[in-house]
């Protein structure tokens, strides 16, 4: 592979910009059956808590005509066991391991991050779509006071770079991403899941015993792609984007919009090897254009 895909995400050097995005891919470990996960610029595990759970009862996935809804509840094992059982797997694969780390307050994220500031990860995503239990179940990144707040307070306890995940489901997209930068991010990714709902006609009711579940897939690319646009025009550190990218014309528009790399996340499901034919799209994308590097047409739509 030529070095056409090489990305600079700050100091942290992608051998191209495709990553996969977190739940989607678990810890990477049912995909090596279809290829060598270092073929990927990056990979992101499942969103890890602190003490770990497991997650929503009921329905926990419905597809859509464009994509799929779910209500997953972020079932992982905890940092723990994601150290001890995961991380010795992860750190021997030569791509780039992207961590997201999730909290239900302050304390547990602060101590999720401090135990994984032993661990010689490159990136940390933050998810502050997550619910503060404290402020009534309001998630951490609907107000950017206080995505900021969480975000600065993460940023001083770890040792790692922090990139924080936004929700869509907010006013104004852009202010919350420049608040998070100001706050020490050194990245944003967005965007997490737009808030859906589903109902079973025939069983006359609602599918999730969550009522509502978050969409991804196809239907929301082109929000994904109106809200990636605003924040790169935002801010000034580098933005991960996903949000239906299905194939590397997909990419491409993201890329063309500012974003410095991307993240594949429901078309995992449809195609276990949809993220390697992205990398094979934009490498074939750029030699046809002449490119010696994707960087060149990187924002040129900003």
């Given amino acids: 592979m030529s070095k056409r895909l090489e990305t600079k995400f700050n100091d942290i050097l992608f051998k191209n910009p495709v990553a996969t995005a977190s739940g989607t891919f678990g810890f990477g470990r049912e995909f090596e059956a279809y290829y060598d996960l270092a073929k990927l610029g990056g990979l992101c595990s499942k969103g890890l808590t602190l003490a770990g759970q497991p997650g929503n009862t ?29 991380w010795p797997h992860l750190k021997d694969i030569d791509t780039v391991t992207i961590v997201n780390v999730g909290g239900k307050d302050e304390e547990t994220y602060l101590a999720a991050i401090e135990k994984l500031n032993g661990v010689d990860i490159k990136l940390i995503e933050l998810n502050i779509s997550c619910p503060n239990v404290k402020c009534g179940g309001m998630a951490y990144g609907i107000k950017a006071e206080m995505a900021a707040d969480i975000t600065k307070k993460v940023v001083q306890a770890s040792k790692h770079p ?4 936004l929700s869509p489901n907010v006013e104004s997209i852009a202010d919350i991403a420049l608040a998070c930068e100001e706050a020490g991010a ?5 965007i997490n899941t737009l808030q859906a709902m589903a109902v079973d006609y025939k069983k006359k009711k609602i599918v999730f015993d969550n009522v509502y579940a978050g969409l991804s897939g196809p239907a929301v690319k082109p929000v994904a792609l109106r809200m990636t646009h605003q924040v790169c025009k935002a801010v000034k550190v580098p933005v991960m984007a996903m949000g239906g990218i299905s194939n590397w014309e997909d990419a491409l528009e993201f890329i063309m919009v500012g974003a410095t790399c991307i993240q594949v996340g429901t078309m995992n499901f449809v195609d276990p090897m949809a993220a ?21 047409i990187r924002g040129i739509l900003l």
């Fill in 58 to 86: 009921g329905m926990r996935l419905w597809e859509t005509p464009a994509g799929i809804m779910n209500s997953i509840g972020l079932e992982n094992p905890g940092v723990d066991a994601f150290i001890e059982k995961e």
């Fill in 162 to 165: 922090i990139m924080v995940k």
């Fill in 186 to 190: 050194s990245g944003i990714s967005l």
């Fill in 276 to 296: 390697v034919k992205i990398v094979d799209g934009l490498e074939a994308y750029c030699e046809a254009e002449g490119l010696e590097n994707i960087d060149e």
